[in-house]
């Protein structure tokens, strides 16, 4: 695990060819472009917090990390009003938690998420709903909503996957 309390340059990590499992926390990357860090790809479970991360950077890490199982973005891991996923998404990630974070749109489609299993969602207050085309998954087994806008319990509850 790193932790930092100022902005420092992100180590290169490439050469941790074996490493699975990151955390990665207390670090200002605000202003990092994330295509810029090496990432060894072997990466399949990633934990984000207070990283203060752009969403459009979020976005990138399913093409940085190929092999990503597992995301964990907790308490302002990411910063900004809208999360956008691009193309190409999070091809084998299974576990996807968002916690306290003050995103308020989420765009995405079915396709950014192919094997999505799991999508615990805890204080999110600001989230309007999640995207209706999660529903489309055919893998996912459960979404969990706790202290979330009611309105994000309501769009779970028309998908009819709640765990």
Not at 129 to 150: A, K, M, R, W, Y
């Amino acid at each position: 695990m790193f932790s930092f309390s100022e902005n420092l340059m992100f180590p290169n990590l490439e050469f941790l060819r074996h490493l699975e499992t990151l955390k990665i926390r207390d670090q200002f990357l605000h202003s990092t472009n994330l295509r810029d860090i090496k990432f060894p790809t072997n990466v399949t479970r990633l934990t984000l917090k207070s990283t203060f991360i752009e969403w459009e950077e979020i976005s990138v890490l399913g093409m940085l990390l190929p092999n990503l199982e597992l995301l964990e973005l907790e308490n302002y891991a990411a910063c900004g009003r809208q999360w956008v996923i691009i193309d190409g998404g999070f091809p084998r990630l299974k576990f996807l938690k968002l916690k306290e974070l003050k995103v308020e749109r989420w765009i995405t489609c079915s396709s950014h998420f192919p094997s999505l299993q799991h999508l615990p969602l805890e204080q999110c207050e600001n989230l309007e709903e999640i995207p209706s085309s999660l529903g489309d998954i055919l893998t996912l087994q459960t979404i969990e909503v706790n202290l979330c806008h009611f309105s994000v319990e309501e769009s779970v509850r028309a998908l009819e996957i709640v765990g």
